[in-house]
């Protein structure tokens, strides 16, 4: 008779970052354990809290599926000796599946006889199955491990009680000095210790005991909560699903409750509010139905309701001592000028071998106006990006940056203002952070843009000459992030300077690395490498297929966008069956391209009228490739190398390349030649592996 | 409840739990970790448990009694457990009931936080507790210590005793809490605050003070050099003590503040090494002891 299973594996408080993952690792690692031991159920259902991961599985087998297997052997060749007896080999098969030479047949597998035999698999009870569950428990992967005690196991948290239940019987299994049982642990403080009797029966015991073991169900209990509240207030209060995903799984039982503060706090800046009671509190800021800032907050305690009043004013004692914090840094900090702190950037160390904060800023400036001359942007746009590398680190001194480390460039664009900046030098100096997650919002002004190229070029640039590359998982300045980010900004302004003319302006910018280094050119290779690992990245995020993205990227990353659009057209005609006779033509001319380095054409040699033709198309074809190429079309750009297929296919067919006489040859693998030159300008289509054939 | 009564409290509390009381270490130091009965006896396989108040400087926080939440000196409740007990989260809830916090009117909560202090080559997994969303205490599994794998493993367990009694006392200036009867923080600490301030902002001898840390560090090395651990740990503290007070002072130059961190990090390590290996030249005398 089919019963129910539980496992439940008790813990000292996850963090609730990990509690997600490990829920549905939990899901799909049960499930393949049960499929791979031939145990069929109707059902698998994961729960997780801060203090329990557990999984319920409903109409377990109570027996393996017995199962008929064929195990194949050798090839009946094999498996006969010389003289028709059965070889070692067949022997050796039939022994090793607990047969004897008794047992073979033969079948043709693909035209050739095999030797076979049939086993038996007799299924086991499931009971002496279950004990297994504890290579799940530790199979689960979470973010950071530690270990407790005198245990040998890593796991994210302590382990502290395990259960173990099929139908109302124990499964035996120990795990890091725990052993199984049938007692769980309802909530820490309201809750009572549960002897569970029945699997099923696990969400509503725990539930009597103050633990929803649904995530989900507690999120829709925050929810109900929070949309109560602004019913009954009149407010409105907007829901960070990132917020919500970790309150939810910071408690077992939620409360939603309602606290205030005092209204002079509302002078503060926004962001220092909502960063003091989102990052610090996991509160959820409340807004008037017009979408002010109102003094309350929102909380979600872990427990019933009982003494809620208690538990709300020791929060508002909490947030009033921050918030009067802020206050003080924020007067502080308005006392001192702008020069203050940037005088005091001397004293930072950005990086051991890269000097001070102060050193980097002089660096950022010197790259912010190599930029505009690059890009030749006006005036204004120059004097605004420059003031803004000047003082684009200042906030990095205050009080406020100090304690809000995460609101660097806010702070900046606020007190900037303050002490009468510029608006547009105010903005960028914000920008010149952004993006600051990989799909993370990009800056909005020209100024803010060149200073967060200027900025991250610095960093990446310093760093990899420093010899500070990332490694696996090991990226402590952002090294990977940034180098995404100049792109994205590159790509989104369509500014037409190739990546390698930016990395140029780094060469010359760390001379005693570079002497120290004593390797010519090294770091150049590095910084170009670790720019095209990164620009596929993206293009890969694109959808992009590999060997496209490997045809695009094979000499240089050039100007972004202008990549990335050849790398979006050549994926689509790489699947295309209209491209085919276009692709083969260009491939043909590959295929023979290079291997001399001739390319002198001489149009008096030309015998045959498809040569001349070819040559004269493609110096049509030529000129409007360049401007095609001048406009950055890429879709222009690879149809009017199309229009060459024509030609080609009529030269092949009619010539014959490798011919006797020797100056006939070469002036046509000249004439082959420059087309493949041609070709390889757009991208190198060899390395594309056409897909139109099938 | 006054602050003398939370320190009774306490420390009948994790007395019977076995814990050792131990009196403050009379060496400067910037936090109850560093004390050598936690740092140096966290290592190695010995057991250990021990509870002391310490009283910690960190002269930059001084703010001449000013300010309602910093001070130059204040206090923490340290325990330590080694190995780990099973049921330390249990024991740790017991206190706070002891200190008359009663689970079932707050909001008592372990969110995650990891604690790290590389000049001692240390790193451990935890939480901070929050008492109705106000940090109360650190709570760590020591992992690493002096650059050593801790094993077993250490629980480490710092009350932060002003921020409690605010709680407790519902005060919001740390100067207004009663230490006992009719006896307030402002009474005991406001003029040592003031000075002390004073003092490291702007009186300390610094010439002085970057002689000390070179004679300090050079006693240090030589101590440990002849195995004498605990002597040239005593240096290590004073030398960790005298670079915050020339921190504070402002005239370490960047470049110069990696340099001195490194340098203390250094005989931090070298010293859990030698610990370890003093210990076990003594056979680890308290796991004797155990098995017995």
């Known amino acids: 008779m089919a019963k129910d299973v539980l496992f439940e594996i008790g813990l000292e408080e996850l963090p609730a970052r990990f509690i997600d993952s490990a829920q549905s690792q939990l899901a799909e690692h049960t499930q393949i354990w049960l499929k791979d031991l031939r145990l069929s159920y109707n059902k698998i259902t994961a729960f997780s809290t801060p203090r329990r991961l557990a999984v319920l599985i409903t109409g377990l087998a109570e027996k393996q599926e017995t199962v008929e297997e064929e195990a194949k052997g050798p ?13 070692k080999a067949a022997i050796g098969f039939t022994r090793g599946q607990g047969k004897t030479v008794d047992d073979i047949y033969t079948k043709e597998v693909k035209g050739t006889s095999y030797i076979f035999v049939k086993k038996h698999l007799e299924g086991k009870p499931a009971a002496e199955l279950l004990p297994g569950f504890h290579e799940i428990v530790e199979s689960i992967q979470f973010g950071k491990n530690m270990r407790w005690a005198e245990q040998k196991l890593r796991y994210a948290r302590p382990i502290r009680w395990l259960v173990g239940l099929y139908g109302n019987e124990i499964i035996p299994f120990k795990i890091a000095g725990v052993k199984s049982g049938n007692l769980t642990f309802g909530h820490r403080f309201l809750g009572d210790e549960i002897t569970l009797d029945d699997p099923v029966k696990y969400q509503e015991a725990l539930r009597e005991n103050f633990v929803i073991a649904d995530p989900k169900e507690r999120e829709k209990l925050i929810l109900e909560g929070i949309r109560q509240l602004e019913k009954q207030e009149n407010c409105k209060v907007p829901i960070d699903q990132e917020l919500l995903d970790e309150v939810r799984n910071l408690v077992e039982f939620p409360t939603v409750f309602e606290g205030t503060f005092e209204e002079h706090f509302l002078k503060l800046p926004q962001e220092v509010l909502i960063t003091s009671m989102k990052e610090h509190q996991r509160y959820f ?31 508002e004692k909490v947030i009033h001592a921050r918030l009067s914090d802020a206050v003080f840094f924020y007067e502080e900090d ?39 001359e690059l890009l030749e942007l006006d005036k204004d746009t120059a004097v605004i990006a420059e003031r803004t590398a ?44 952004l993006p600051k997650q990989a799909n993370g919002e990009l800056p909005q002004t020209s100024a803010g843009a060149i200073v967060s190229i200027a900025d991250k070029l610095d960093t990446i640039a310093g760093c990899i000459t420093a ?85 695009v990227l094979s000499r240089e990353i050039g100007i972004i966008n202008y990549s990335f659009d050849k790398a979006k057209v050549l994926s689509e005609k790489r699947n295309d069956e209209q491209f085919k006779y276009i692709q083969e033509a260009l491939v043909r001319v590959l295929n023979l391209a290079n291997k001399t380095d001739l390319f002198e054409v001489e149009p008096a040699y030309f015998e045959t009228a498809s040569e001349k033709n070819l040559y004269d198309k493609f110096h049509s074809v030529s000129v409007d490739f360049k401007a095609a190429d001048e406009d950055k079309d890429a879709e ?32 046509r693998l000249s004439l082959v030649n420059n087309i493949a030159r041609l070709i390889s300008d757009y991208a190198d289509l060899s390395t594309i592996e056409w897909k139109q054939h099938f | 409840m006054n602050i003398q009564e939370m320190i009774l409290a306490l420390q009948k509390h994790w007395s019977e739990q076995n814990c050792i009381i131990m009196q403050a270490y009379d060496v400067e130091k910037g936090a109850g970790t560093m004390s050598p009965m936690t740092l140096l006896r966290s290592l190695g396989p010995e057991p250990w448990n021990v509870a002391y108040v310490e009283p910690s400087r960190r002269p930059d926080d001084g703010r001449y009694g000013e300010n309602p939440n910093r001070l130059y000196q204040h206090h923490q409740f340290q325990v330590i457990m080694k190995p780990s007990p099973d049921n330390i989260q249990e024991l740790y809830l017991d206190s706070l009931k002891k200190l008359g916090i009663d689970p079932l009117e707050h909001d008592i909560r372990f969110v995650e936080d990891n604690w790290e202090n590389p000049t001692l080559g240390a790193a451990g997994l935890g939480w901070e507790v929050w008492l109705d969303g106000m940090e109360i205490t650190q709570f760590t599994y020591f992992q690493q210590i002096g650059g050593l794998e801790a094993n077993p493993v250490a629980v480490e367990l710092t009350y932060g005793i002003e921020r409690l009694a605010s709680y407790i006392q519902d005060k919001e200036n740390v100067f207004d809490l009663e230490w006992t009867n009719g006896v307030t923080v402002k009474d005991i600490f406001f003029q040592p605050e003031f000075e002390h301030s004073t003092y490291t902002f702007e009186e300390s001898d610094t010439d002085m003070l970057f002689q000390l840390f070179t004679m300090y560090e050079k006693e ?52 859990a090494k030698t610990y370890v290996a003093e210990r076990e030249r003594l056979g680890f005398p308290l796991l004797k002891k155990e098995e017995k």
């Open chain 1, 636 to 667: 222009l750009a690879l149809s009017k190398l199309g229009e060459l297929a024509e030609y080609i296919h009529e030269f092949f067919d009619n010539n014959m390349v490798m011919a006797e006489d020797k100056r006939l040859r070469n002036n």
């Open chain 1, 467 to 551: 010899g500070l590359i990332p490694t696996g998982s090991q990226d402590p300045y952002g090294l990977r992030r940034q180098t995404s980010g100049i792109l994205r900004i590159m790509a989104d302004r369509q500014w037409r300077i190739s990546i390698e003319a930016l990395l140029k302006l780094t060469h010359s910018l760390y001379p005693s690395l570079e002497a120290e280094k004593q390797s010519d050119g090294q770091t150049g290779k590095e910084l170009q490498e670790f720019f095209t690992v990164r620009a596929s990245y993206l293009l890969k995020e694109m959808g992009i297929e590999q060997d496209v993205i490997q045809a």
């Open chain 1, 334 to 372: 308005q006392k001192k000028s702008l020069n203050h702190y940037l005088e005091k950037l001397d004293r930072v160390i950005f990086q051991e071998k890269l000097g001070t904060v102060s050193d980097k800023v002089t660096r950022v400036v010197h790259l912010t106006r190599q930029l505009t």
């Open chain 1, 75 to 87: 090839s009946e060749k094999i498996a006969n000796d010389s003289e028709g007896n059965w070889s």
């Open chain 2, 220 to 271: 240090a090395n030589r101590t440990m050099e002849k195995g004498l651990v605990f002597p040239s740990y005593d240096y290590v503290l004073k030398c960790s003590h005298t670079f915050n007070l020339l921190d504070a002072r402002g005239v370490i130059s960047v470049t110069e503040r990696t340099g001195y961190i490194s340098r203390i990090r250094n005989l931090a390590r070298k010293i």
């Open chain 1, 285 to 315: 800021p409340v807004k008037s139905v017009k979408g002010d800032l109102l003094p309350r907050f929102v909380g979600v305690k872990n427990g019933d309701s009982h003494a809620i009043e208690k538990v709300i004013k020791g929060n």
């Open chain 1, 390 to 433: 000047e003082i684009s680190k200042f906030d990095l001194m205050t009080n406020m940056v100090n304690e809000f480390t995460e609101l660097q460039g806010v702070i900046g664009e606020k007190y900037a203002l303050n002490f009468g900046e510029d608006k547009a030098v105010a903005i960028a100096v914000r920008e010149h952070y």
